[in-house]
């Protein structure tokens, strides 16, 4: 039997083990990595304006700040809802068995939570201690604690912030990239699934998640200034589709690589994972990852950068880029999640995923835990100014 | 009626060594018996050896594994095996019965299962198990184009790998390897994240819809700690299913494993190691 | 010399380290005694697994107090299997050394659909070294015997060729069965 009827002959008739019926990392697991991976992007943004002196991005710094903030402190939310015991979710941060990137995630988040918070503190202090002085009663408490009840504005006081802030952010590039990272690799340490288990999957998950980052400052920018009528800096755009550009060339190349390497090199099982996404994945993975996700930003970000465009027509397909790059790292995310098991263990047939609406991993749930973060940005955007008075504009 | 035990020559009752004795015997090891001490005051109020709970009285069913229950078990010196053979396997079912008797194991989730493997005459392997075989194999497959060439049973569980994949993704420390190689669950700290149940190569783990954290065939850690047979092995009729202890020289497994023959594992590339051995598997079984 | 702001800022940070080196500490006490004692997990577990109740014994359980089930099982094929499978388990039965409720016993068609999961020759992967398979109700026709007997009616359940022996005895038919 040659090899070809091989692979085919492993596929007699589709049997799945009877334990692998239920697809155990639901619609919930999906989302975890897309709001650490948007946390990750924002953050990016904020570190190639304090770390590396990226001036064009200044507009939106703050902001993606204050986007990574709302954004971490939802990360937990998916988790819980996905555990079946969340009353003992503790247990994590208690007995973290050292052998397990899972156990990582309760000190990392942690971590990266002061670290984003103290960051925000540092970055706002003395618009803080300027909103502290014009306001009075609760706000004014609020701003006096959020400030160290300091209002020490001499240029000593703000060379030391600006210190904290560049070593803050030297520590919050590796922090983030951990956070995430070890998502990615919660997947590619996984033997016993072909489409996960690779060296590649920590890669090509941060380098998703800075691009859905990047489109989410992008786009939520772009948004936030129209709705409020006022003017859009094009150089910040530029540079940050630019970046865009650079970090989605990147995710899309060893997405692709992942797929065509396993297929070239015929690694075992690899049946298992062209059935998958030429069976139940077909259209989700080469139409909407691929076509619709990648080809069409692809061609839209050569346009952006190589033809010269007025600056409104310039925001609006950048607005679209980003929109359809969120939806693109959404359905990756989908893709390698749940679409990692729909194959069997068996390694001769697939399950189907039917998405419920109510269910604490329901397409409701879902929708509430991405409307949330939201929220936390509106009441942020509060207290935190999104923008300064030059760039109210 | 006073319960007879026809295989002893008296009716006296077993005499099973009492604590203190069992302590003496502990000798100098420490931490063990500390350990077993803890045992014995913690979790069973003074009374011995893990006793069999389904009589107080003085019934106990005859020791099936020599080696195990007389003396004070030690924790670090056991190795157990458990082999398959598939030559022997009728697809009765009776092993999965048995196990879902044995754990009221909830419908639709299997700690075993016994798969048909159907060769075709264009030798196209057709893999089905209905039920997980809880009702056995009455009736062909009826869906096959194809005329049957060959068909055998391969029944599966828990592979107790010595390096399991379960045990290290487990992010709380709630699935671990035993000194005495078997691979348990800790209900009291699982919080159903289900990593183990993606790690597992061979699907034998998940999540029990009633308590709501993981669970797995143990090889039937209750019933071995007792000296007897897992349920599956005490109830297969032909001994398709076999068990025991390898320092025993007189046990099937152990002739089985040392003697000639092949055996096979599942899934080897995966490097999991596994305690599960098969007698007989065709180069199909995966 | 750190200006006053800048002693503030260490102010909060040694406050937040010295917090979550307590935490740290305090987490000590949330960890289970047994923790870590062979590994990182709760060793009390294992004491805990082994003293699961039992459900199924074993046959010289039963054949403790059914000797007369004991003697025939004993003496006939179907010695490996065990009681419990047909029956239910001990735990179903006996509680407290006494019997407390009483097992099922199959009749009639259920013994039949009962037999046939190990007897039936449809799957053709019993091996006949392994176990004697028969077609029903083919097997009924050629034995001559009425299409709506059951298993029983010929075989006993316990040692399923006692009677078929004995009438081969009688009619002097001994012939080789397997």
């Not at chain 1, 954004?71 to 050292?98: D, G, K, V």
């Not at chain 1, 409104?312 to 995310?333: E, H, K, N």
């Not at chain 2, 979790?43 to 709970?53: D, R």
């Amino acid at each position: 039997m040659d090899a070809a009827a091989m692979g085919a002959a492993m596929f007699g008739s589709n049997y799945v083990f009877p334990n692998d019926l239920h697809v155990h990392w639901s619609m919930m697991i999906v989302l975890y990595p897309y709001i650490t991976g948007l946390v990750d992007g924002a953050f990016i943004i904020a570190a190639l304006y304090y770390l590396f002196k990226v001036e064009s991005l200044k507009p939106v710094a703050r902001f993606s700040l204050l986007f990574a903030l709302a954004f971490l402190c939802c990360a937990t939310l998916p988790l819980l809802l996905h555990l079946t015991r969340p009353e003992r979710n503790l247990n994590m941060l208690i007995t973290p068995s050292p052998s397990s990137a899972m156990a990582g995630f309760g000190y990392i988040y942690a971590i990266s939570m002061a670290l984003v918070i103290f960051l925000v503190l540092f970055v706002y202090r003395p618009d803080l201690v300027r909103l502290r002085a014009q306001s009075s009663g609760k706000m004014k408490l609020i701003y006096r604690a959020l400030t160290f009840d300091s209002k020490d504005l001499s240029p000593r006081a703000l060379e030391l912030d600006r210190k904290i802030i560049k070593v803050l952010v030297g520590f919050g590039i590796p922090v983030a990239a951990v956070l995430h990272g070890y998502v990615g690799f919660i997947f590619g340490g996984v033997k016993a699934n072909p489409t996960w288990s690779t060296p590649l999957m920590p890669v090509i998950f941060l380098f998703s998640a800075c691009v859905s980052g990047i489109s989410a400052i992008v786009l939520a920018y772009i948004v936030i200034r129209k709705f409020k009528g006022r003017t859009i800096d094009a150089a910040c755009i530029k540079t940050s589709i630019n970046t865009l550009t650079g970090f989605f060339i990147l995710a899309f190349t060893f997405e692709m690589l992942e797929v065509f390497s396993h297929s070239y090199l015929k690694t075992g099982y690899h049946h298992m994972v062209e059935g998958l996404l030429n069976g139940p994945l077909a259209s989700s993975f080469w139409l909407w990852q691929v076509k619709i996700g990648s080809l069409i930003p692809l061609f839209l970000l050569a346009v952006l950068t190589l033809i010269r465009l007025k600056d409104s027509w310039y925001t609006f397909l950048a607005a679209v880029v980003s929109a359809i790059l969120l939806l693109q790292v959404f359905i990756m995310r989908w893709n390698v999640v749940i679409g990692g098991q729909l194959m069997s263990k068996s390694a001769r047939g697939y399950v189907e995923f039917h998405p419920v609406w109510f269910d604490k991993e329901g397409i409701i749930a879902v929708i509430a835990v991405m409307i949330i973060p939201f929220v936390i940005l509106y009441v942020l955007g509060k207290i935190f100014p999104f923008w300064s008075r030059e760039e109210m504009g | 009626m006073k319960p007879i035990d026809p295989h002893k020559s008296s009716s006296e009752p077993v005499h099973l060594p009492d604590q203190a004795e069992q302590l003496n015997q502990m000798g100098n090891k420490m931490d063990r018996r500390t350990f077993i001490q803890k045992v014995m005051n913690g979790t069973i109020a003074g009374s011995l050896l893990l006793v069999f709970p389904l009589t107080a009285g003085t019934f106990v069913p005859e020791e099936e594994i020599p080696g195990v229950r007389d003396e004070p078990y030690d924790i670090f010196d056991q190795q157990f095996a458990f082999v398959v053979d598939i030559t022997r396997c009728i697809g009765c079912g009776a092993c999965c019965v048995a196990d879902k008797r044995e754990y009221n194991v909830p419908d639709g989730n299997y700690r075993t299962w016994v798969e048909r493997y159907v060769k075709d005459l264009d030798d196209n392997i057709h893999v089905d198990s209905p039920n997980g075989g809880l009702d056995g194999y009455q009736t062909p497959r009826k869906d096959l184009d194809n005329r049957t060439r060959d068909t055998f049973f391969v029944p599966k569980l828990c592979n107790m790998c010595k390096e399991a994949p379960c045990v290290q993704v487990c992010p709380v420390g709630a699935t671990f390897k035993t000194p005495d190689g078997f691979v348990l669950v800790d209900s009291t700290r699982c919080v159903g994240c289900a990593y183990c149940i993606q790690a597992c190569p061979y699907s034998v783990r998940f999540i029990n819809p009633r308590t709501r954290v993981v669970e797995k065939c143990t090889w039937c850690y209750h019933r071995v700690r007792k000296g007897l047979l897992p349920a599956c092995v005490e109830v297969c009729p032909t001994g398709a299913r076999k068990f025991g202890s390898l320092k025993d020289e007189t046990s099937e497994v152990y002739k089985i494993l040392r003697g000639e023959g092949v055996l096979t594992v599942l899934r080897r590339e995966m490097g999991t190691w596994p305690g599960l051995y098969y007698k007989g598997a065709r180069m199909e079984v995966i | 010399m750190p200006s006053n702001y800048g002693f503030r800022l260490i102010f909060v940070g040694v406050t937040i380290l010295v917090m979550a080196g307590a935490g740290l500490f305090l987490k000590g006490f949330l960890i289970p005694d047994s923790f870590g004692r062979y590994g990182s997990y709760r060793a009390d577990t294992i004491p805990e697994e082994a003293s699961l109740p039992i459900k199924h014994a074993t046959n010289s359980s039963c054949f403790s107090c059914h000797s007369y089930e004991a003697k025939i099982h004993k003496a006939g094929r179907h010695s490996t299997i065990s009681c419990e499978f047909c029956h239910s388990t001990y735990a179903d039965h006996i509680r407290d050394n006494k019997k407390f409720a009483a097992l099922p016993v199959k009749k009639e068609g259920d013994i039949t659909v009962l037999c046939l999961r190990c007897h039936n020759t449809e799957i053709k992967a019993r091996s006949q070294e392994v176990i004697k398979t028969v077609a029903m109700p083919a097997h009924l026709a050629d034995q001559n015997v009425k299409l709506t007997h059951n298993c029983n009616q010929c075989h006993h359940v316990h040692a399923p060729l006692k009677y078929i022996d004995r009438a081969r005895k009688i009619t002097g038919i001994m012939e080789k069965t397997l």
